[in-house]
Nanobody, 119 residues
Framework: QVQLVESGGGLVQAGGSLRLSCAAS????????MGWYRQAPGRQRELVAS???????NYAGSVKGRFTTSRDNAKNTVDLQMNSLKPEDTGIYYC?????????????WGQGTLVTVSS
């Protein structure tokens, strides 16, 4: 099992930047994909960004060009750099670790960190 702890959330004005960090309790070398999800009030949780073990990244269309995610397997951390923030980026951001073992899957979530972007 992997325990995940997010940090870096807070209140920021539109156009500002924040860096979120996710610290894992053990090695993430075997984790296929590390991802960031967010959930805004009244909306479903959505994928924001992800990075596979080989370094391939994926971004939601709404954040592409503004957000960047990276992983450091040596430090067991995953970061999300958020630039040019908009009020619609407001929500709780969750760190996720996904591992597929044949037909079995392992899925771990952090507690989330709140990001509020004011207009």
């Amino acid at each position: 099992q992997v325990q995940l702890v997010e940090s870096g959330g807070g209140l920021v004005q539109a156009g500002g930047s924040l860096r979120l960090s996710c610290a894992a309790s053990r090695s993430i070398v075997s984790i296929d994909t590390m991802g960031w999800y967010r959930q805004a009030p009244g909306r479903q949780r959505e994928l924001v960004a992800s990075v596979a073990n080989g370094g391939t990244t994926n971004y939601a269309g709404s954040v592409k060009g503004r957000f960047t995610t990276s992983r450091d397997n040596a430090k067991n951390t995953v970061d999300l750099q958020m630039n040019s923030l908009k009020p619609e980026d407001t929500g709780i951001y969750y760190c996720n670790a996904f591992k597929r073992r044949g037909w079995r899957t392992e899925d771990y979530w952090g507690q989330g960190t709140l990001v509020t972007v004011s207009s």
